[in-house]
């Protein structure tokens, strides 16, 4: 199946604003174009992309390009990943793998805001972008996996899969979130919703990519495999919730469709 190409929007024809000229002009030039993401939970919202925004002022004043910057973010992502697949779970190996898969996901939040700050992003970044996010989000749960089996085999072999249905999840969200986003563009739409909310972004918590992350700070304590258990179950109920949502949204907008056209 082939996503949909949102087309570029042709070469603006009005004045565009002077580029900021410093970190501080660019810094606060980002605080007023975030995105509006009504769904994000808390830690990509209220930590992740400010980080981004930190890391996408200091790109900018240094002349690097989106695409380099996502670049930075899978070196970070995969070395982490890597590290977490071919290491025995030590306390070091666990600080390793926390903090690259940390700071892959700061600089994953800044390609899109130096783009911004940049004047638009193109179809090659976007592609980039949702490639490594796509790759990762598999081979972080995989990776759990032969970690698992090389080094600490659990007592029952059923807890391996956990981290298969883990990435099952992961895949299968991240490509319905893509999917329905495209359709949205395409419609002109923006995500369902009344807006930002604080309780939500907490309460879905466990499914936010950076709180996994930080959950590695765990790896090498006994607290690891019944806590990224228990995420993976959320994420697995959370998921098919969503699943719900979106087909009724489609669905709505479907049948408004068919009442406009008649």
């Known amino acids: 199946m082939t996503a949909t190409v949102t087309p570029v929007p042709p070469p603006s024809t009005t004045t565009a604003p002077a580029p900021p000229r410093g970190y501080r002009e660019a810094l606060?030039?980002?605080?007023?174009?975030?995105?509006?993401?009504p769904g994000?939970?808390?830690y990509s919202r209220f930590v992740n992309?400010?980080?981004?925004?930190?890391?996408?002022?200091?790109?900018?004043?240094?002349?690097?390009t989106p695409n380099?910057?996502?670049?930075v973010s899978a070196l970070f992502s995969?070395?982490?990943i890597a590290v977490l697949a071919l290491f025995p779970r030590t306390g070091v190996v666990a600080a390793v793998v926390c903090a690259c898969l940390v700071v892959g996901y700061a600089f994953d939040a800044a390609d899109g805001q130096l783009a911004r700050l940049r004047g638009g992003g193109s179809r090659t970044g976007e592609w980039l972008d949702h490639m490594v996010d796509a790759v990762k989000v598999a081979a972080l749960h995989l990776a759990v996996l032969v970690s698992l089996f090389r080094f600490d085999p659990p007592e029952h072999l059923a807890w391996l899969l956990v981290p298969i249905v883990f990435a099952g999840t992961a895949t299968s969200w991240f490509f319905g979130i893509i999917l329905v986003d495209q359709i949205?563009?395409?419609?002109?739409?923006q995500a369902a919703g009344t807006g930002p909310s604080p309780l939500r972004a907490l309460l879905v918590l466990p499914s936010d990519y950076g709180v996994i992350c930080l959950l590695f700070g765990l790896l090498a304590t006994g607290a690891f495999l019944p806590v990224y258990t228990a995420v993976a179950a959320f994420n697995l109920l959370f998921f098919v919730a969503?699943?719900?949502?979106?087909y009724g949204e489609l669905t709505r907008a479907d049948a408004a469709a068919a009442t406009h056209e008649s």
Do not use: C, E, M
Request: zero cysteines; charged letters at 30%.
């Open 68 to 71: 380099q910057v996502t670049a």
């Open 242 to 246: 969503s699943l719900v949502r979106w």
């Open 28 to 37: 606060t030039r980002l605080r007023t174009a975030q995105k509006r993401t």
């Open 78 to 80: 995969f070395s982490g």
């Open 49 to 64: 992309r400010k980080l981004g925004r930190l890391i996408a002022a200091g790109a900018y004043v240094l002349n690097r």
């Open 40 to 42: 994000a939970p808390g």
């Open 184 to 189: 949205r563009r395409t419609d002109g739409r």
